[in-house]
């Protein structure tokens, strides 16, 4: 049978007589002792919560060994193994400091400590809290409100089976908290998380000073001369110059093919002309002299003629527009070399012959 005894008799008389000189520790021993029976009562009755606040209270109070025993049993029963443990582990450590007088007065509760730690050890839970890699210096680690050291990190703590509360806290950075369960004789590890604090803003950037103009620099030779920088510098002027002339050369070429395909029509119209001269003209009209037309024949020959000058004039045209489209294009800055300049290039072209026999039509000229 277990005596929930406080303090003996004679701690009883000395406080008594203590009380006379610190009427506030008086004060403080008697709420001791009321709340260690409150304790005691709820503990009996099975509130264990109830029971343990109060004697937790009495013993922060008036600490009595007894009064501690209590709390370490009230722990137990109420399933807090680990804070039990600890609680008995300081009573027993109270007992050896203790004169063998002191010690005797206990009677059988520090072996009754002893079997129950060794029988609560087996059954305390164990979680390890660490911080990521990286985590600023100064982060706040707490475990259920209560402030862990950065060698209490990474190592398996005892806690009591249950929910604890962890949260974290960067400088400048918001709170993170995370919650976690654990069963008896559990063993955990986690990993906590942390929230940074935002990136401030960056400040804005004024615009740099506009810079001076500079000078074009001009590269010399060794001999202290200007290079031939002003040369490559013409090249644009040159290849725009050479596009120019070789759009002339494309709009001449049109014109001259123009006047080669008018010049061919009216060629084929004066071949029509030509068949009806040989119907109305000579032999076909029974005249001796084969130059000899009708009327019919007559406007027919006369008509042939004026468009095979028509003609002659289209093929001069068209033929002088393509000689000068290859001037333009073989003069063109940037393209070929030009012609040589020992003779003038002409091309001319007309209609050599028109009459009742046929029309003959020639070009000439020199490259």
């Given at each position: 049978?277990?005596?929930?005894?406080?303090?003996?008799?004679?701690?009883?008389?000395?406080?008594?007589?203590?009380?006379?000189?610190?009427?506030?520790?008086?004060?403080?021993?008697?709420?001791?002792?009321?709340?260690?029976?409150?304790?005691?009562?709820?503990?009996?009755?099975?509130?264990?919560?109830?029971?343990?606040?109060?004697?937790?209270?009495?013993?922060?109070?008036?600490?009595?060994?007894?009064?501690?025993?209590?709390?370490?049993?009230?722990?137990?029963?109420?399933?807090?193994?680990?804070?039990?443990?600890?609680?008995?582990?300081?009573?027993?450590?109270?007992?050896?400091?203790?004169?063998?007088?002191?010690?005797?007065?206990?009677?059988?509760?520090?072996?009754?400590?002893?079997?129950?730690?060794?029988?609560?050890?087996?059954?305390?839970?164990?979680?390890?809290?660490?911080?990521?890699?990286?985590?600023?210096?100064?982060?706040?680690?707490?475990?259920?409100g209560s402030p862990l050291g950065?060698?209490?990190?990474?190592?398996?703590?005892?806690?009591?089976?249950?929910?604890?509360?962890?949260?974290?806290?960067?400088?400048?950075?918001?709170?993170?908290?995370?919650?976690?369960?654990?069963?008896?004789?559990?063993?955990?590890?986690?990993?906590?998380?942390?929230?940074?604090?935002?990136?401030?803003?960056?400040?804005?950037?004024?615009?740099?000073?506009?810079?001076?103009?500079?000078?074009?620099?001009?590269?010399?030779?060794?001999?202290?001369?200007?290079?031939?920088?002003p040369a490559a510098q013409k090249?644009?002027?040159?290849?725009?110059?050479?596009?120019?002339?070789?759009?002339?050369?494309?709009?001449?070429?049109?014109?001259?093919?123009?006047?080669?395909?008018?010049?061919?029509?009216?060629?084929?119209?004066?071949?029509?002309?030509?068949?009806?001269?040989?119907?109305?003209?000579?032999?076909?009209?029974?005249?001796?002299?084969?130059?000899?037309?009708?009327?019919?024949?007559?406007?027919?020959?006369?008509?042939?003629?004026?468009?095979?000058?028509?003609?002659?004039?289209?093929?001069?045209?068209?033929?002088?527009?393509?000689?000068?489209?290859?001037?333009?294009?073989?003069?063109?800055?940037?393209?070929?070399?030009?012609?040589?300049?020992?003779?003038?290039?002409?091309?001319?072209?007309t209609v050599l012959q028109v009459?009742?026999?046929?029309?003959?039509?020639?070009?000439?000229?020199?490259?």
């Amino acid at each position: 049978m277990t005596f929930w005894i406080r303090r003996s008799t004679q701690v009883l008389m000395a406080l008594g007589s203590l009380s006379l000189a610190a009427p506030a520790a008086a004060q403080d021993a008697a709420a001791a002792e009321e709340l260690f029976n409150r304790g005691l009562a709820d503990m009996g009755a099975g509130r264990y919560e109830a029971g343990c606040t109060a004697l937790a209270e009495s013993e922060q109070l008036d600490p009595q060994p007894g009064t501690l025993f209590t709390l370490a049993m009230c722990e137990s029963r109420w399933g807090r193994v680990a804070t039990a443990v600890t609680q008995l582990g300081n009573y027993l450590a109270w007992v050896e400091r203790m004169s063998p007088a002191q010690k005797a007065r206990q009677g059988h509760r520090p072996k009754v400590a002893r079997d129950e730690r060794e029988r609560l050890a087996p059954r305390v839970p164990r979680l390890s809290l660490a911080l990521p890699a990286g985590a600023p210096p100064g982060t706040v680690v707490l475990r259920d409100g209560s402030p862990l050291g950065p060698a209490s990190l990474g190592v398996a703590l005892p806690v009591d089976p249950g929910e604890h509360r962890m949260s974290t806290r960067a400088p400048g950075g918001p709170a993170w908290e995370q919650r976690v369960a654990i069963a008896e004789g559990e063993t955990k590890a986690l990993m906590l998380e942390i929230q940074l604090a935002p990136a401030p803003d960056a400040p804005a950037q004024l615009p740099a000073p506009d810079a001076p103009a500079q000078p074009p620099a001009r590269a010399t030779s060794p001999a202290g001369t200007q290079s031939q920088a002003p040369a490559a510098q013409k090249a644009p002027a040159a290849a725009t110059a050479g596009k120019g002339f070789r759009t002339a050369a494309y709009v001449t070429g049109g014109l001259g093919v123009a006047g080669l395909v008018a010049g061919g029509v009216m060629g084929a119209l004066v071949l029509g002309k030509r068949s009806v001269v040989s119907e109305h003209c000579g032999s076909a009209i029974r005249a001796s002299n084969p130059k000899s037309c009708d009327a019919t024949g007559l406007d027919a020959a006369q008509t042939g003629s004026t468009m095979a000058l028509v003609s002659t004039v289209s093929f001069g045209v068209g033929l002088t527009a393509l000689g000068a489209a290859a001037v333009l294009g073989l003069t063109a800055p940037g393209g070929a070399a030009p012609a040589s300049p020992s003779g003038t290039m002409w091309i001319r072209g007309t209609v050599l012959q028109v009459g009742p026999s046929g029309t003959v039509l020639g070009a000439q000229g020199r490259f």
